[in-house]
């Protein structure tokens, strides 16, 4: 049925750009520039906007997030000059974190503004992150490394005694797993702390990835006779790095595994809040006492030293955790009291599905315009 006449209807993206003159060259150039890019109308309403700065926040549906950005953009429309900005704020829509953003605004003379952000705050953190890192894996990677030393020594010893030996091979192959582990758990972290989620940033269904890591732990789970209880259905999604956002709801699932006593449950719950998607971890451990509540995502931090031995942990589980929140501009929080449990959850900006269906580098936001304008 056509539309009633004088009725808006909503734009395609050809006919957008037609309308507000966004050459198809600089499209071009916007999907291949490192930088977050955002094309402005005179009123304000984004057009376009590239995949970073949604990832960023710094869109969210059809409108500009951050004030400073869109008052840069303000003193451009009113005297057509261009200008650059470095500029510290806060990460929408939580807040946490400061980003340092290098903002470049220009008209590309038909109507339209483009907007160029650069993160500055990023190399500095992973530079002052990596020599941080390194001086304490090499530190972690002494116990292991000096136990297998001193139990291929033992065995040395024993050799004639099959028994010792079948006993001290054993506890080889515990600390070979335990170093396998960590390495591992240290290739994680150090690909979270240098890598950018946008890059392979995709539409993830929380509910699908949160049952698929709930899959990857069921054996291990099982084996301690841990029932999940589960309520999975927030019909969610968020934008970022599939493999890193599993990571850290396995770690969440592992660490709760780790830390409950055999025969009990843990809950494992989805919900939109807000804007906001939260992953809930909910367990009947150990629990932490309340001083270290404000540590347990620090690297290589174990509550329980002895535990973790006897679990293999490597005391970077819920570091990476931390990370992966970070990346994607979301937090994770904890509450736990000692002998009841402890709860885990993780908060991801929900991704707000955009209208216009575009599948191209650049992710779209509707624009309504009178029908006689479609036609013409």
Known sequence: MAPAAGTPRLATASQRDAIMGVPEEVVRVLSVLPSASIVVAPDGTVLRASSRSMALGLVSRNLVTIPDISHLIERVMEDNTPREQEMRVRRPPLGRELLELRVRVAALGTGALLVLIDDLAEERKVDAVRRDFVANVSHELKTPVGALALLAEAVLAASDDAAQVRHFA?????????????????????????????????????????????????????????????????????????????????????????????????????????????????????????????????????????????????????????????????????????????????????YIVQQSGSTDDFAWNTVAIPEEEVSS
């Open 170 to 350: 054993e506890r080889m192959q515990i600390e070979a797993g335990r170093l396998g582990n960590l390495i591992q758990d240290v290739i994680d972290l150090s690909r979270l702390q240098g890598d950018d989620p946008l890059t392979h940033a995709q539409v993830i269904n929380v509910d699908e990835i949160v049952n698929r890591a709930i899959d990857e732990v069921r054996t291990v789970a099982a084996n301690s006779e841990i029932e999940f209880i589960e309520s999975i259905n927030s019909d969610g999604a968020v934008y970022g790095d599939l493999s890193q956002i599993q990571t850290a709801v396995r770690n969440l699932l592992a660490n709760a595994i780790a830390y409950s006593p055999n025969s009990t449950k843990v809950a494992v719950d989805t919900r939109v809040v807000g804007g906001l998607i939260e992953i809930i971890v909910k367990d009947q451990g150990i629990g932490i006492p309340s001083h270290e509540l404000d540590r347990v995502f620090e690297r290589f931090y174990r509550v329980d030293p002895a535990r973790s031995r006897v679990t293999g942990g490597t005391g970077l589980g819920l570091a990476i955790v931390k990370h992966v929140c970070q990346n994607h501009g979301g937090e994770c929080t904890v509450w736990s009291e000692v002998g009841v449990g402890s709860s885990f959850t993780l908060r991801l900006p929900a």
